[in-house]
């Protein structure tokens, strides 16, 4: 198959004040084969747009997901976000079957059945966090105050860090995620804390073991000891601002489609509509493939655009509608393949609760400042707002 | 219609026990396990949970 010469566009960092979706992706998806770009630094990566492209990509043996690749896309390290992925246990970064073994030690913790268990202990964060909104007066952030908490301390109490450290582990992960607010040092030092402190944990659980994630893996031995602070860092980072990101977008959404409030597929659909990790799911050639008609020599850099995949029109009717009773499960928002979200099913319950305790709670709840006024964050991989003022 | 699942593909994404319950389960480790052969009722299910499996763990055999 012979192809027109390809479409050449600029790479698809979000704009301020640009609303989801992101204009033009609709125009990548029509144009045949792939999209080529170029990273801030320069390097040239082919955009994938298409749901059933991406769905190849993500599960096509001859394409890698580790860094260490010549030619795989660093988007995040080129727009400065510290390098984590040098740290053994740092799972997402390796291909099968080196990827699998941690991914197997860690399923159990994350079945449909587990992370139900966890219900009550995520409810009673959230009401936490409602009780402190409301206390504080009549007007909050709902990012600092609610979006970025939850999953923190959701993920500090399945790790077993003590309820006395996670102020700590929870400002250590958020300087670690601002990007805007904090320098390159800071955040190289909030993760070398982090790191430090996970090891602290580990060495503490091999002593005196507890119920918890850590203490488990400890007993199972499938992790290696210098191993377990790398994928603990991962379950740390991959979880945080994902979840943080989605609740906020979330909120906004269903305060703009209020008819929407009370029902649990709103969940599924915030996900697939905003497709808060567009630029996560990176991955390099290392042998020549083609995909979409267009061959991909190896160390060719690949970025699949879960956004432009979850709003093609072949994969979902309307796409561009918020519309929860499309109940849609096939989206890409988690990924596809064997490095499809681990966090995934924790994350629905989170949201589940989070939406609907706050809009319980607090049924007059109103964005304080226009839709069109929201601060977008336009400097890392992921999507979210910087800040959601409300009040109420 | 006749299912196999390969719990060695598996990576317990948990996509078959949202979508079919009834057929599927995850075992001690995580890993998928068909709890029934689905009948009329559970086919469609069932052929969705196929669908959505990231590691295609789950094949739906037309005999
Ligand atoms: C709404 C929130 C979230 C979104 C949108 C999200 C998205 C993703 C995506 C797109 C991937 C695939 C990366 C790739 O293909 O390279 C992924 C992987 C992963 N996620 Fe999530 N995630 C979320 C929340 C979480 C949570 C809460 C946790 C853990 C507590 C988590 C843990 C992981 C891990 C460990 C991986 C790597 C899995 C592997 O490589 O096998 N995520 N996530
Ligand atoms: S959907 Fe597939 S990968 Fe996920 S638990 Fe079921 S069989 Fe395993």
Redesign the pocket.
Known sequence: MTLSDPLVVDFPLRKPGVPFPPPGYAGYREHEGLVLSHLPNGDRVWLVTRHEDVRAVLTDPKISSNPEHKGFPNVGVSLGVPKQTQIPGWFVGMDSPEHDRFRKAL?PEF?VRRVRAMRPAIEETVDRCIDALLASGDSGDLIADFALPIPSLVISSLLGVPPGDRDFFESRTRTLISIRDSTEEQRTAAAKDLLRYVNRLVSIKEKWRGDDLISRLLATGSIATHELPGVLMLLLIAGHETTANNIGLGVVTLLMNPQWIGDDRAVEETLRFHSVADLVSLRVAVEDVEIAGQLVKAGEGIVPLVAAANHDENAFECPHMFDPSRSARHHVAFGYGVH?CLGQNLVRIEMEIAYRKLFERIPTLELAVPVDGLAVKTDGVLYGLHELPVRW | MRIT???D?????????L?APEV?D?DED???TLLMTPGAEEEAKARL?SG???????TVHED
């Open positions: 399923i079945t499809q | 699942v390969d719990a593909r598996c990576v317990g994404a948990g996509q078959c026990v979508s599927f995850q995580g890993l998928v949970a959505l499996c990231p590691s295609r763990a789950i």
